[in-house]
């Protein structure tokens, strides 16, 4: 027998970078929009925020569907290693489970949205996407330049 316990939402290594990453995410798309206003761009600025708050969702729409099925795959496996399980497998509900599978269909119906009553050019929602790969440059960068800060 092998006496491991089993936490749910223990910290993992790089829980810090994911964190970074949805903070910047939400920063550069932030920052972007502030600039886009400041140059009296009301329409860009909404479609920049818009965007970035989309990537941020589906960020972290992903992070918490893999969470998730991560935790209910060492569920099962410290279940098969004890003789007695503890009752429930998994506390996470059935909609985290749609959401990782859905997510693109959400941030599609949430461009859609945006486009269609906001009104912004549909150029400045995919940049304010792509906060979330500049996000993920920048992070990693300063994981490189300082691991562990």
Known sequence: MNSRTYVPEATVAGEQVL???AALTLG?????????????HMDWAKGLAGGAVLAWLNFRWLRRGIRALVDRALAHANAAE????????????????LTLLFRYA???????????YLHVPLISIGLGLCAFVAAILTASVWEIVRPGQ
């Open 82 to 97: 004890t003789t007695v399980a503890d009752g429930k497998v998994s506390g996470y509900p059935f909609v985290t489970y």
């Open 19 to 21: 964190r970074r990453i």
């Open 106 to 116: 959400l941030v599609g119906l949430g461009v859609y949205v945006i486009f269609n």
């Open 28 to 40: 550069f798309g932030l920052a972007a929009a502030a600039v886009a206003l400041a140059q009296h």
